[in-house]
């Protein structure tokens, strides 16, 4: 990671085109609201903590963004536009997120070729992807792609009101209903707590 990087990302979603809509805190707020995906270098950040770029990579791209403020502001909005669609995709069955994010895959798939993996046991091929300041938007839009096509019936909302963390319960029980359970969990039992008191006096 960074040494300068602001944040520190959240992983608790089990799919990180999941975690990347929990880059927007308490997103049923309107005095809460966090975006910390604020600029192209957060989204480096957030690459390089997902183990989705290399430090030496993501090195680059912070030298690129520098010399391209423009390119890397608009791949920054086009992100953040993306991570909506997953959210409104995937809880919403948005069909125009979902043309959006099929619009980014078969761009990310353009740019991209099979290469096979190396030392893989099961020889594996995967898509290779050239370094540009583009190369977040395409790994995130093959990211969504895999949710998209993949199980949903798992997927849920922090049952928080205001919280809008996003997850797959794959709990044994499939009962999970907190994003966290040291965050939203504890805090929700102790306001239910407390409730009680004040109703009992």
Request: net charge negative; proline share 3%.
């Amino acid at each position: 990671m960074s040494p300068a990087a602001e944040f520190t990302y959240p992983q608790v979603a089990g799919d990180h085109a999941l975690d990347l809509v929990d880059t927007v805190h308490w997103r049923f707020s309107e005095t809460k609201l966090i975006d910390t995906l604020r600029s192209y270098g957060h989204v480096v950040d957030w690459c390089e903590q997902m183990g989705l770029l290399s430090p030496h990579d993501c090195a680059a791209l912070r030298r690129s963004a520098a010399h391209e403020p423009d390119v890397a502001a608009h791949e920054h909005r086009a992100i953040q536009e993306m991570r909506e669609a997953i959210f409104a995709a995937v809880f919403e069955q948005s069909e125009t997120a979902a043309e959006l994010l099929s619009t980014e895959y078969a761009g990310a798939i353009a740019s991209a070729r099979l290469e096979r993996e190396a030392d893989s046991p099961d020889n594996r091929w995967e898509w290779r992807l050239g370094l540009t300041l583009a190369t977040p938007r395409a790994r995130i839009a093959l990211l969504a792609a895999d949710l998209l096509t993949g199980d949903l019936s798992t997927a849920r909302q922090c049952a928080d009101d205001a919280c809008g963390w996003v997850y797959l319960d794959t709990s044994p029980r499939h009962n999970r209903v907190w994003c966290t359970a040291a965050g939203c969990g504890n805090r929700n039992r102790v306001a239910r707590h407390q409730s009680r008191q004040r109703s009992a006096r």
